[in-house]
């Protein structure tokens, strides 16, 4: 008589074998799984950044993925890594999502190196969003600074999708040159929304610029609005985003109508790595997108 | 909870029962320290006398059987410039023998972080369903604090729990499977006796702490001492090896790396635990350093043990042990540093 320990397979439960769902926080799913995907389209935005069309391979896998502005994705070049990256395109959407990538290190600059049908593997959406539906009715202050318009885009796409939502939309962009524009060839488009403003500077202009010029903060200088009625998304740099939010809340705009979107170091999004943590805060959980006054009360935060 | 009881000789035919058709993991002599003092870790044994089963505590956690320290999260292979992905978990049982309550209570506060919140992991619970826990309790280790943290006594996560009465193990079942595998030798109902010879037994070791350590107010201290020169003092000390977080049976954070083959025919997703007091740790693109500093490192380990968790779960992640105050070699310990703080906020 000897005593048999039987073998337990994970697999077997029922939670596990259901459609992976990132969206379905608590369910038991293969957590490392990626969704096979590939680059559909490569867009050159600028030196430094380009711009990725990326399309999840299976149907009903790109049918069932969703997210909400704001969130991000956590994209793999098998063989060499993963690294989080925001959500550029519009929430509305289906069949291939956006994203505007930043040349910064191994993956990043790989992916730089890539052409469309490139597989890559997929893993989201990860993160909090921006409540847009608490804004209803509301003017919106739409402000990037640098890189920061990458995780701005799907706000923007949500906001001039659905104008009879809110009150004013105005969106205030700002980078060092003109050459570090990001997008620039939907201004246009942007400009001749009903309802909408846009409002562009650059620090360091060149011969042909003749538009603003100085620190993004200058351009809330001429603005009006009724504090109490306004929320504001601040996306960029923590310098740049503490800058604006200060000026935003001098001018009236309750610190918690302001929401801005964090940067850490990330292994998983999904709260288990620990690198992305702010004191007891997780930034994949419990952000990126937080509002100005949890930011401020987040020790270590800025 | 069940409550039997078991003669020693009846334990040790158990084990061998065990044994017989599955891996067993017990606390082993590896060698000696220079004092004389015996070292010990979880290793897997072939028989029951490979165990010393009186040992204080293994110098290293047996946290790597359920978070080894590097596992494969997912293999690719590449073929034709396309690659499929292959993921695998754990699927053979096995058993450890002689956990101590800290060590248990170690899982149980893992299990609310890996099995209960958001995206719950399978490898761990893979693991986890696949080891069967035998508990042993003990009196309190040389400089442990965890009846400080409310560590010192285990109530569930393991499958059987003993305490020695002398010739006989009181045993405490809390699963299914721990109840048929103990009805395979001779258990049966505790006497009155047996009750109270239980009951005194935890007194006795209730009272053996040397070590105490004031947690009541910490999570506040944490907060107000944010800016605290103790951690000045104690982060200049740390040579940022992060040995104290691999011995530490609680601390899961890690960092992914992605191995090729020589022949580049396949890529190993593999997390390697990681520690918050190693520099890159907050490291980001670009160079920035979001804790560049040894002190910040150090404090964010401590405010994690015993702000941060508490703050989700109500208790603290740290169960006591002092392996970390064991094997930092700039003798930094939990005792010392709350105590610190402590005076630190008293001021
Ligand atoms: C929520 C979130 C959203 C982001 N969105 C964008 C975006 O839309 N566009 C964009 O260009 N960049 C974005 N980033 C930054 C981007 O993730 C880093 O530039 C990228 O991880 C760098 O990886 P690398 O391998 O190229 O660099 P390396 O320096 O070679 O990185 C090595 C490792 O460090 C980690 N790492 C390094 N820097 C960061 C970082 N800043 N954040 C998180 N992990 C990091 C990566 O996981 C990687 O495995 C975002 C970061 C976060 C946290
Ligand atoms: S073991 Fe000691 S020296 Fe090493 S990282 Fe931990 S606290 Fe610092
Ligand atoms: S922090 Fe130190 S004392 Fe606390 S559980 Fe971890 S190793 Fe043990
Ligand atoms: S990215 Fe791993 S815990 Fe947030």
Redesign the interface.
Known sequence: ???????????DELE?QKALDFNR??????????H?AEITNVVELTEQEKLFHIRILDAQERERFSFLPGQFVMV?L?????VPISISSSSSQKGHIELCIRK??LV?GLLHACKPKT?V?LRGPFGTHFPLGKMRGKNVLLIAGGLGLAPLRAPIYYVTENLGEFADAHIIYGAKRPKDLLFDYEYEEWRRIYGVKLDIIVEKPDEKWDGHVGLITQLLDGITFDANDTYAIVCGPPVMFKFVCNRLRDMGIPMQHMFVSL???M??G??????C?????FTC?DGPVFDYWSVLNL??AI | MLFKVMAKSSFEELVGLLLESNEVIGPRMKTRHPDGKGVHQFLPITAFADMDLDYEKSEYSPKTYFLPFKENLSTYRFQGGDWEQEIKYRIQPRAIVGMRACDINALVKLDKVLLKGDFPSPYYLARRKNTFIIGLDHDPCENGFCASVGSDIVSHGFDLFLTDLGDRYFVAIDSDRGYRVAANVEIRDPTEADNEAYVQTRNRIAKGFKVEVSIRNLPQILDLEFQSPVWKKWGDKCLSCGSCSAVCPTCYCYGVEEKVAMDFSESAKVKRLYSCNLYDFAMVAGGHNFRPSRESRLKYRYYHQHRGFVETYDEPKCVGCNRCGDVCLAGINPPEVITDLEKEAAR
């Open positions: 008589m000897s005593v048999i320990l039987h073998p337990y397979d994970v697999r596990i926080r608590k369910q038991l799913k293969h957590v490392d799984k990626v096979r793999e098998p063989g060499y890594g993963e910064a290190g990043t597989p593997g940067e850490r170091r292994h998983c999904m709260g288990k790595c620990c690198r943590n702010i004191g007891s805060t959980i020790k270590e």
